[in-house]
């Protein structure tokens, strides 16, 4: 049986035998939180009310025509600017990020290549603050005594299993 939901990640196998495996990714990580979101919204706010404007001009010219305030066309512009500001943020924050596992050799990510030679665990951190209680995690490789960060901020689960595919996928026996 097949299962019908879908993996937080795509996984394809090249003929040369390397697998790409491609997902989500968050920008901004675990410091994302509700008072940056309010930040956000108080930088971005006034940008989004000027772009959105000019598309306000045509219904303000019949109401100033009858001389009444148009309560309702600011209540629309204010819902239109805030449309734009949560699409800015969500197109911003999240973006498609890809790896390259080749099996004995390493592992290509952000245009550097990591030997698995050189790599002696590769596992996930789970980065938690007072605003972001879940947090966000990332896949990490311990290489030549510093942590090499593989992927940007995911969730916890989608981390853990991208660091087990890259485990599976290596050729290597990981302790």
Known sequence: M??????????SISSDGSIELSF????????SGAGFAGILMLALYPVSCAVTSPAMIPF?????????FPVGLVIFWNILAVALWI???????FQKS?????????????GKQLPFSDIQTIATLNETT????????YVYASAGGRK???????PLELAE???????????FSWG
């Open 2 to 11: 097949e299962s019908s939901f879908k993996k937080g990640y795509e996984k």
């Open 24 to 31: 989500k990714t968050e920008r901004i990580g675990a410091h």
């Open 60 to 68: 303000y010219d019949s109401h100033s025509v009858r001389n009444e």
């Open 87 to 93: 699409f800015v943020v969500r197109k911003f924050n």
């Open 98 to 110: 890809s790896l390259t596992i080749r099996p004995k050799v390493g592992i290509i990510f952000e």
């Open 130 to 137: 007072s605003r972001n209680g879940k947090g966000n995690a």
């Open 148 to 154: 090499v960060k593989i992927t940007k901020y995911m």
């Open 161 to 171: 299993t991208i660091a087990a595919e890259i485990k599976q996928a290596s050729g």
